[in-house]
């Protein structure tokens, strides 16, 4: 069997039906993935067209076409030995997403099949169905017109609420995490996460990864200023360019990127939604240009105003007491994910052709997490900067 190397695709470009080459991350058999998805993919034919979307920090993504014309998306874990048991668990996006898919009106695409033979494709991977649609990398929607942007907006909010008021229990979710302390919790993994991260060595310059700034402060701070327990299903890295619109309507139709679901506090979903709306860095995808001040074009809602009708759709009080907590918590864990993307460059583990410039972003994102530590405590209920 010979192996098919696979390009990296614009995940932009792939989404809107065009090819774009990029640099070769990863091999795969075509022919054996091709004849185990035919073994357990009802309708699937071979041969098969395969192609890796290059976005996609942590788990390699791949869309598969079928002889037929159908096409599939797969999600697998990264080659290699990983430095947290708990991450890229593709194990988990599966089970949420067929929880999800078969007991509530909540839109995620539709799963096939959960692979956790590694003889297949070196990695456990799962199957699900190509969502057509758009997905829009730019939080102003520039492309839209001004009532079109307001209207994605909102609908994002709606997905994001019609999700928390999601009851795990009922939809057998009741043992996908810990019902209590999500943020305490949180800040200690992280912690540990990142110090393993941290000491991480590239062979190639002999430097460590290195520590996030300021951390021990930072830290002293969450403690000092925590929001009240909450516990709903959370997405764990709910945004803009993680959800896919309807072809033509300003409504979404499918949330994707699962891997860091669980259940957990529901503000840390919308905190790190409404990130764009306190910090941004120029050219750079995961941070995309802001919506701060009067970068926010003609027909985006205030931050504040989406937060309002968020709770309103939850029944939640507003204005949301120390809600800069959260924001500042969204900050912080993204500091680790991207010094974690800096820790698999330096381990030549790395799943997407944008992941170097990626992980030079863990120290600037924290700085965002300390402007507001250095704003100082969080004595008002809607603790705005």
Not at 216 to 228: G, H, P, Q, Y
Not at 257 to 276: F, R, V
Not at 356 to 374: H, S, W
């Amino acid at each position: 069997m010979t192996k098919q190397q696979i390009s990296g695709q614009s995940t932009t470009s792939v989404r809107q039906g065009q090819v774009t080459a990029t640099t070769i991350l990863h091999e795969v058999d075509a022919v054996a993935l091709g004849n185990y998805l035919a073994q357990h993919i009802s309708g699937f034919t071979t041969p098969i067209e395969i192609r890796q979307f290059s976005l996609g920090q942590s788990n390699p993504t791949f869309l598969v076409q079928e002889a037929g014309g159908a096409r599939y998306v797969i999600r697998k874990k990264p080659p290699g030995q990983l430095l947290s048991n708990t991450a890229h668990a593709v194990e988990r996006e599966f089970r949420v997403l067929d929880a999800l898919g078969r007991h509530t009106d909540v839109p995620v695409p539709r799963v096939f099949h959960l692979c956790e033979d590694t003889s297949v494709l070196g990695t456990p991977f799962y199957v699900m169905e190509f969502v057509k649609g758009r997905i829009f990398s730019d939080v102003r929607f520039n492309t839209l017109a001004p009532e079109e942007r307001r209207a994605c907006w909102l609908s994002v909010v709606e997905t994001l609420a019609k999700l928390h008021l999601a009851d795990y229990r009922a939809i057998g979710l009741a043992d996908y995490g810990r019902p209590s302390d999500f943020y305490a919790r949180q800040i200690r993994s992280l912690q540990r996460v990142s110090a393993a991260q941290a000491a991480v060595v590239d062979s190639a310059t002999g430097k460590a990864v290195g520590p996030i700034p300021r951390l021990d402060e930072m830290l002293a701070w969450f403690s000092r200023n925590a929001v009240a327990d909450r516990t709903t299903i959370v997405h764990g890295d709910f945004k803009v360019d993680n959800v896919v619109f309807h072809p033509t309507e300003p409504r979404v139709i499918a949330i994707l990127d699962w891997e860091l679901s669980t259940i957990g506090h529901p503000l840390s979903d919308l905190a790190n939604l409404l990130q764009p709306y306190y910090a941004s860095i120029k050219g750079v995808p995961m941070m995309p240009a802001g919506l701060e001040g009067n970068q926010r074009p003609e027909g985006v809602p205030s931050a504040d105003e989406l937060i309002k009708h968020y709770c309103e759709l939850t029944a939640q009080p507003y204005p949301i007491r120390n809600w800069m907590f959260s924001v500042a918590f969204s900050f912080f864990r993204l500091s680790v994910i991207t010094q974690g993307i800096a820790a698999r460059v330096a381990k030549g583990q790395a799943s997407s052709a944008q992941a170097t410039e990626y992980a030079k972003l863990f120290r600037p994102v924290a700085q965002f997490g300390l402007r507001i530590v250095d704003a100082g405590e969080l004595t008002d209920v809607s603790s705005k900067l």
